[in-house]
């Protein structure tokens, strides 16, 4: 996933967790390590100091930790944007939604039970975005067809919508990118980091709830204090799936 980075580590494109070496001891406290990995989802572990706290708020926060952007990640990603928005940065783009339409292999391997139309996403926030005079919108999918869906969608509500997006390529899921050569691989990464940068920057966001990169997101916008309404047209989370 790291591309022609000689780390094959995160640290190609996050801020490492920490400069400092783990100590034994701290004032005089035995340090433990606490695994994580296991039972995530039923059993969930973290510090003793956040039990007050519920789970899905210290995954978040220890999730945007991890994913600080390296310095020379940020200005990529800031000038991809630039490249492709007018005007070039997104703070003159407020307020805007985001929208991330998943389909494919989530289908096929039935974690999605069907496939969303993009109409049945607008008609989740439509009327909300029409109160608030969010006109801008950006889409993000692995599914081309979504922006002729969007050409002839928008059609229909007499152009009302701007359509924000950025040039990435298409039809790359979790699967695909794994199998790709290493150069074209950190180059799928640099654009899923731009994409993640704008949905998390949005005002409101949409997304396919069994996505975990729309989780991801979610979980993203959840630290920022964006804690507005999530629009998605599914009714059932994955680990409801049945075995």
């Not at 999730?63 to 952007?69: N, Q």
């Not at 990603?77 to 985001?98: G, N, R």
């Amino acid at each position: 996933l790291y591309g022609t980075c000689s780390s094959g580590t995160p640290d190609c494109f996050f801020l490492p967790i920490t400069n400092c070496s783990i100590p034994s001891k701290v004032d005089g406290n035995q340090t433990i390590h606490i695994n994580a990995n296991v039972a995530q989802w039923s059993n969930p572990i973290y510090p003793p100091i956040f039990q007050n706290r519920t789970f899905n708020w210290f995954r978040a926060q220890l999730l945007f930790y991890l994913l600080r952007y390296k310095p020379q990640i940020l200005t990529h990603v800031q000038d991809t944007i630039a490249q492709y928005f007018k005007p070039s940065s997104i703070e003159l783009h407020h307020p805007f939604i985001a929208l991330y339409v998943r389909r494919s292999d989530k289908v096929t391997s039935r974690e999605m039970s069907q496939v969303y139309s993009l109409k049945q996403y607008f008609d989740l926030f439509d009327a909300d975005a029409r109160k608030a005079n969010i006109r801008n919108i950006y889409i993000n999918s692995e599914d081309q067809q979504i922006f002729n869906e969007f050409i002839q969608l928008n059609k229909e509500k007499n152009g009302y919508y701007n359509l924000l997006s950025i040039q990435a390529r298409k039809n790359v899921v979790f699967g695909s990118l794994t199998n790709m050569p290493k150069e074209e691989r950190g180059q799928i990464v640099l654009e899923f980091l731009t994409d993640l940068y704008i949905e998390a920057n949005a005002d409101l966001h949409a997304g396919t709830l069994t996505s975990n990169w729309c989780r991801l997101v979610d979980e993203m916008r959840l630290t920022l204090g964006k804690i507005s309404p999530y629009y998605t047209p599914e009714n059932r989370y994955l680990v409801d799936m049945p075995m």
